[in-house]
């Protein structure tokens, strides 16, 4: 009789299983970081979820019980805990949570949310391996992004709980400001390594020391 396993192996088999889209580059990030000025890191494996529903329909207050709520304009973020709401469009939003959350790892956020959207009128789809995370911080992370990015993220307009679509090195990514010096990027995977490089390159300057 063939043995199972027990559902904690079956996670750690999973769990290493995995290679992160930038795992490869996780030294250059360390060695490229200046602490206290600017530091790059990858937050691999979150749970993500893109939804289509009506916010303000049945279904989307059942949704938004899940996730704690649904942003309601651009650059919204729905969400104080551990799970948060981006708005990408009037009635489509990406769910981002951290990878225990995930059903193959012991969660259930994508299997709650199906049931939640039930036979209404969306979409719930588990989007977790089509992007990563990076973590830009630190007082020049701002600066960095300025040399790329289209928007305006002078503090007093991009504000600390904003997050939009935008172009980073011409790679479409979610940009979020979790912080006053803090910002998540969310590329798609398969551009996570050109993006992390073009990061790291931009960060050079801040390595070295200030001209007199």
């Given at each position: 009789?063939?043995?199972t396993?027990?559902?904690?192996?079956?996670?750690?088999r999973?769990?290493?299983?995995?290679?992160?889209?930038a795992e490869?580059?996780?030294?250059a990030?360390?060695?490229?970081s200046?602490?206290?000025t600017v530091?790059?890191?990858?937050?691999?494996?979150?749970?993500?979820v893109g939804?289509?529903?009506?916010?303000t329909?049945?279904?989307?207050?059942?949704?938004?019980?899940v996730?704690?709520?649904?942003?309601?304009?651009?650059?919204?973020?729905?969400?104080?805990?551990?799970?948060?709401?981006?708005w990408l469009g009037?009635?489509?939003?990406m769910?981002?949570?951290p990878?225990?959350?995930?059903?193959?790892l012991?969660?259930?956020?994508v299997?709650?949310?199906t049931?939640?959207l039930?036979?209404?009128?969306?979409?719930v789809?588990d989007?977790?391996?089509?992007?990563?995370?990076?973590e830009?911080?630190?007082?020049h992370?701002?600066a960095v992004?300025e040399?790329?990015?289209?928007?305006?993220?002078?503090?007093r307009?991009?504000k600390?709980g904003?997050?939009v679509?935008?172009?980073?090195?011409h790679?479409?990514?979610?940009l979020?400001?979790t912080s006053?010096?803090?910002?998540?990027?969310f590329p798609?995977?398969?551009?996570?390594?050109?993006?992390?490089?073009?990061?790291l390159?931009a960060?050079?300057?801040?390595?070295?020391?200030?001209?007199?």
């Amino acid at each position: 009789m063939a043995e199972t396993a027990t559902p904690s192996e079956t996670v750690n088999r999973v769990r290493g299983a995995r290679r992160s889209p930038a795992e490869h580059l996780a030294e250059a990030f360390t060695s490229g970081s200046v602490p206290g000025t600017v530091t790059l890191t990858e937050i691999p494996y979150q749970a993500m979820v893109g939804i289509r529903v009506d916010r303000t329909s049945d279904a989307g207050a059942r949704v938004a019980s899940v996730t704690g709520g649904l942003p309601a304009t651009c650059g919204d973020v729905a969400g104080t805990g551990s799970i948060n709401t981006l708005w990408l469009g009037p009635t489509e939003f990406m769910v981002v949570a951290p990878e225990e959350a995930h059903d193959s790892l012991g969660g259930s956020l994508v299997s709650d949310l199906t049931t939640a959207l039930g036979n209404d009128a969306g979409q719930v789809v588990d989007l977790s391996a089509n992007r990563t995370t990076f973590e830009l911080s630190g007082s020049h992370a701002r600066a960095v992004l300025e040399k790329t990015c289209a928007l305006d993220l002078h503090p007093r307009v991009f504000k600390a709980g904003t997050a939009v679509s935008t172009e980073l090195a011409h790679i479409p990514v979610m940009l979020w400001k979790t912080s006053d010096e803090s910002y998540r990027i969310f590329p798609s995977a398969s551009f996570a390594d050109f993006l992390g490089r073009w990061l790291l390159d931009a960060m050079r300057e801040y390595a070295s020391p200030e001209v007199p």
